[in-house]
């Protein structure tokens, strides 16, 4: 499977998923989606019957609350089975609401709380290097949790200590709970300000997976961010861009029409 029919069959477990617990960030789990499958397509080194293994690479995805976008990634990708995604947010299932490390192996630290997972990525960062290991650490942010003081302290660290083995995805969709993100703090010139603290940036089609691939994949002397300029709730058209469906389930009906729409494309 590629990523491009990988991305298809998440955002049809995403939808699944979500229809059934009756709870689910959606539109924030659709955006993400083309990340996720480029990063376990084609760009993590990972083994799911070893998800301890010490040699893995580092996945943090930060924006804890996209949470079935990750768990539907991890199932397709041999981690869960599609029973234990359906128990998502049920009682005494090992999928939270947003992801335990001590529930489920393959997920590297709990990211509820917003503004974390970043400062969390540059500590693995730095552990790598201590022990001069060669896997490398990614993390997947919302824009909007940038807004937290804790990553640009983060941020400003990993630059001075030139951390090239630390790649940030920022999944820049524009949308936070109930606004624009440019309306509530504005983040740009975004590429700049990470340049500004030592980083390597580029700004590409967060849909794009061919530029997805090759933004991750450069290498270079600092620590990269790649800006993927996304949309909210993507391959849905009565979702997309649209503040919401942050936190929302559909009805039975849209429910038929969002699966077929994501069915049709990538």
């Not at 001590?102 to 709380?113: R, V, Y």
């Not at 630390?166 to 999944?171: A, S």
Request: aromatic share 6%; glycine share 8%; with cysteine.
């Amino acid at each position: 499977m590629n990523s491009e029919e990988q991305a298809r069959s998440i955002r049809q477990l995403i939808l699944e998923t979500i229809s059934v617990a009756g709870l689910g960030h959606i539109g924030s789990d659709l955006s993400v989606t083309d990340i996720l499958a480029v990063l376990y397509t084609d760009v993590l080194r990972l083994d799911p019957k070893r998800p301890q293994w010490p040699d893995r690479d580092r996945l943090i995805v930060s924006k804890g609350h996209a949470a079935v976008a990750l768990y539907s990634t991890m199932t397709l990708n041999g981690f869960l089975t599609h029973d234990e995604l359906m128990t998502f947010a049920q009682r005494d299932s090992r999928l939270n609401g947003h992801p335990a490390r001590a529930k489920l192996p393959g997920i590297e630290t709990c990211t509820g709380p917003l503004g974390h997972g970043l400062p969390v990525s540059v500590g693995m960062a730095v552990g790598a290097r201590i022990v001069n290991a060669d896997w490398k650490t990614y993390v997947v942010t919302g824009d909007g949790e940038l807004q937290e003081g804790s990553n640009w302290e983060a941020i400003m660290f990993a630059g001075h200590q030139q951390l090239s083995g630390l790649t940030c995805i920022v999944d820049r969709n524009r949308l936070q709970q109930g606004a624009l993100t440019e309306e509530t703090n504005s983040l740009d010139p975004l590429d700049a300000k990470f340049e500004a603290f030592g980083w390597d940036a580029t700004v590409i089609n967060g849909h794009d997976h061919d530029a997805l691939r090759e933004a991750i994949l450069a290498a270079g002397a600092k620590p990269r961010v790649v800006i993927a300029e996304t949309t909210k709730g993507k391959g849905v058209s009565f979702m997309e861009n649209r503040a919401v469906w942050h936190h929302k389930v559909p009805s039975a009906d849209q429910f038929a029409q969002a699966l077929a729409e994501v069915s049709a494309t990538r």
